[in-house]
């Protein structure tokens, strides 16, 4: 069942998806090479407590931690770990943040120190996927719309689109229906409405869009080694057109 939200409801996910935004302008300058992602995920939750916000993925489903930690090959899900990142590498920090009961989501890619051309290629790519998909995201559409135009876009500059991991609605709780899948035909699916609120988060790889699980049963990787990046908002389906409750402003 598609729950949609009131404009008071929605006014609190802001709320929760402008403390998000700020943490992550706040990881900006932390993610450096010498840093692990275990010191990431211990600021965050305590840059939440320190704001009277909880991390909602820890515990959903026995996660262990406050955000998933995602380098390279890894695709979405991985576990905060004690590596030091090096100077090249590409890490993605995803965080669900309850405040007072109301949720956001956002995932977001960063470059540790220089990358390759390739990696920033990468990055920009899905980065702009994103919004390419945002656009999509009005009142009439249909869903299929949202995932055409990332897929048309991604795969026109080279990149796959992941298929396992969709975007999905939120709020009450983490992961609502509809699911929002990265790809597909325009025309199809479920016709977007005033008050949904939901997350789209493409997910691009350099190579295959295949997937496999680690041993932990959470870390998602490519299947064939290539680099994964993702960037991801909670959107509003509004009169006005999508608005961004996690925008970092400055992006």
Same mark, same amino acid.
């Given at each position: 069942?598609?729950?949609?939200?009131?404009?008071?409801?929605?006014?609190?996910?802001? /709320?929760?998806?402008? $403390? !998000?935004?700020?943490?992550? @302008?706040? +990881?900006?300058?932390? %993610?450096?090479?010498? *840093?692990?992602?275990?010191?990431?995920?211990?600021?965050?939750?305590?840059?939440?407590?320190?704001?009277?916000?909880?991390?909602?993925?820890?515990?959903?489903?026995?996660?262990?931690?406050?955000?998933?930690?995602?380098?390279?090959?890894?695709?979405?899900?991985?576990?905060?770990?004690?590596?030091?990142?090096?100077?090249?590498?590409?890490?993605t920090v995803d965080m669900v943040v309850n405040l007072n009961?109301?949720?956001?989501?956002s995932a977001w890619s960063y470059a540790v120190g220089k990358?390759?051309? /390739?990696?920033?290629? $990468? !990055?920009?790519?899905?980065? @702009?996927? +994103?919004?390419?998909? %945002?656009?999509?995201? *009005?009142?009439?559409?249909?869903?299929?719309?949202?995932?055409?135009?990332?897929?048309?876009?991604?795969?026109?500059?080279?990149?796959?689109?992941?298929?396992?991991?969709?975007?999905?609605?939120?709020?009450?709780?983490?992961?609502?229906?509809?699911?929002?899948?990265?790809?597909?035909?325009?025309?199809?699916?479920?016709?977007?409405?005033?008050?949904?609120?939901?997350?789209?988060?493409?997910?691009?790889?350099?190579?295959?869009?295949?997937?496999?699980?680690?041993?932990?049963?959470?870390?998602?990787?490519?299947?064939?080694?290539?680099?994964?990046?993702?960037?991801?908002?909670?959107?509003? %389906?509004?009169?006005?057109?999508?608005?961004?409750?996690t925008s970092q402003d400055d992006e």
């Amino acid at each position: 069942m598609i729950q949609r939200k009131t404009n008071r409801e929605i006014q609190l996910m802001k /709320e929760a998806g402008e $403390l !998000l935004a700020a943490c992550h @302008k706040e +990881l900006r300058a932390l %993610i450096k090479p010498g *840093v692990t992602t275990l010191q990431l995920d211990s600021f965050v939750e305590d840059f939440l407590e320190e704001h009277g916000a909880t991390p909602e993925q820890k515990g959903y489903q026995d996660y262990p931690f406050a955000t998933c930690a995602s380098v390279n090959d890894v695709i979405c899900h991985g576990f905060p770990n004690d590596k030091k990142l090096e100077e090249g590498d590409i890490v993605t920090v995803d965080m669900v943040v309850n405040l007072n009961g109301a949720l956001a989501d956002s995932a977001w890619s960063y470059a540790v120190g220089k990358v390759s051309d /390739e990696k920033q290629l $990468l !990055l920009d790519t899905t980065k @702009k996927s +994103l919004y390419v998909g %945002i656009e999509q995201a *009005v009142i009439g559409n249909r869903i299929g719309d949202i995932g055409h135009a990332i897929q048309q876009y991604a795969e026109g500059e080279g990149f796959a689109v992941v298929r396992d991991f969709t975007g999905h609605g939120i709020g009450p709780t983490l992961h609502e229906e509809p699911m929002i899948p990265h790809f597909g035909q325009p025309g199809t699916g479920i016709r977007l409405k005033e008050g949904m609120v939901i997350t789209i988060e493409p997910m691009l790889n350099t190579g295959v869009p295949y997937s496999k699980i680690d041993e932990d049963g959470w870390t998602a990787r490519t299947m064939d080694g290539s680099l994964s990046a993702q960037y991801e908002h909670t959107i509003a %389906i509004t009169s006005e057109g999508p608005v961004i409750l996690t925008s970092q402003d400055d992006e």
